[in-house]
């Protein structure tokens, strides 16, 4: 179908390459944010996957994290053995994701990545993260997003 964006392509490839089948659904009124897109889906915030890109010292790394949840930056960092984290701006996030910031899916990124995942996202049998643009999204078991993703399961949330 030639109304599926290349970046959705590009993230249902990433998926399939390493065993896991997701089907995309498109929501035209968009999902930039996790209320948006629990709204959107129909689930829980919880059950949203915020991909949050972040720079560790000289490191840019993601953490995976339950949309009900902000994430702790010292967390981030200990996880991550560095002394200092700090958001990257948009630029930063294109170049090493390959995905606009509301767009960035927790795997097939255009860089290596090391990923962080909060582990309340384990709670649900059903998460739903972004699949490479602000409209589509996808469903999968949390289990197989940590797999996909080569995550580490750490305490990342801002108490």
Known sequence: ???????????????????LEISTRRFPEGTK?????AA????TVGQIVKS?????DNEI???LV???NQLDEKKLALAAGG??????????????????IGGVPPFGHSTQLRVFVDPDLLQYDEVWAAA????????????????????????????
């Open 132 to 159: 490479g643009t602000w409209n589509d999204n996808f469903g999968a078991a949390p289990a197989d997003i940590v797999r996909i993703a080569g995550g580490v399961v750490t305490d990342l949330k801002r108490a």
């Open 61 to 63: 790394v993601m953490a």
């Open 83 to 100: 002394a200092k984290c700090a958001r990257v701006d948009a630029d930063a996030v294109r170049e090493a994701t390959g995905y606009p």
């Open 1 to 19: 179908m030639s109304d599926i964006h290349p970046n959705v392509v590009r993230v249902t490839a990433a998926a399939k390459e390493r065993g």
């Open 40 to 43: 959107a889906i129909g689930v």
């Open 33 to 37: 944010t996790a209320a948006d897109a």
């Open 66 to 68: 339950s949309g009900s």
């Open 52 to 56: 949050l890109v972040f720079g560790v």
